[in-house]
């Protein structure tokens, strides 16, 4: 089933993590692949893209019952459709992706993470999720496997949000724990103040050692080739250049986009496929 090019060049932009990751990954796979990406940036998006909440929620709805109608047959929307054929072939768990669809739905409340297991949480569903739907169609079966690419996807969803941060914060939506943000003696309405980014940096280099630790254990559990988990490995080990880039930056990310250059991305992804393991 052909799908709108403009649906393809906003969830997988040329350049990107997403683009370099899928570009290495087997070519009878990309198409399945790409539809999964798609679905997941239509969805995840709605929080960024609509102002509006109760729009915005009410979208997020339409995608949810799209996604249920086209499993019965009753959709007429092509993503859905092509969606519905996907989770039959490869015996996708429904389960994953109303999970998804909760964790944007936490998106639109202005409610905060109280803590680090919450954050951890949302970004379980939402990249790791994400992660595990992606090795399913790439050919992992094991529960190992699986357990692994989720904390994966958890890892990348989490750098991510470190990325992003200073554009959330816009937004008026900050994805830092309460918890921790109190023991940095940070408000939420910290931006106003004269020493905020030095006091953010001491926040997200603490951050940053937990999420390095995290890929460390995981990049060791990758020893063993793992090709059916390729398409997430390569975006974890950009990732992790990502976030050690940020950490070179004294995090910097209140007023500008920090990102790895399409060269260096082309360069790490080519070299994590003929490894298919992480490198420490």
Known sequence: MLLDPSLI??????????YYSLRFSPAALRPDLQILLIWYREVSAIPRLVSDQQVAQAKLSWWYQELHQAIAGQSKLPLAQALSKLINKYQLPVEIFDQIVAAVMHDLTPTPHDDWPSLEHYAQQMGGNLADLLCRVSGAESADDLK??????????LVELMQELGLSLRRHSNPIPTMLMQQHALSHQFLD????????????????????DRYKAAARQTEDQKPQLQMVLIQAELASA??????????????????LTPLRKLWLAWRCSKRKTLKI
Not at 148 to 157: D, P, Q, R
Not at 193 to 212: G, I, S, V
Not at 248 to 258: C, G, T
């Open 9 to 18: 060049s906003k969830a997988i932009p040329v350049g990107s993590s997403r």
């Open 148 to 157: 692994l690419a989720g904390e994966l996807g958890s890892f990348i969803c």
């Open 193 to 212: 103040a004269d020493d905020a980014p030095q006091q953010l940096a001491k926040l997200l280099a603490e951050m940053t050692q937990h999420l390095q």
């Open 242 to 259: 990502l976030l050690n880039t940020l950490q070179k930056s004294d995090f910097m990310v209140l007023d500008q986009r920090i990102s």
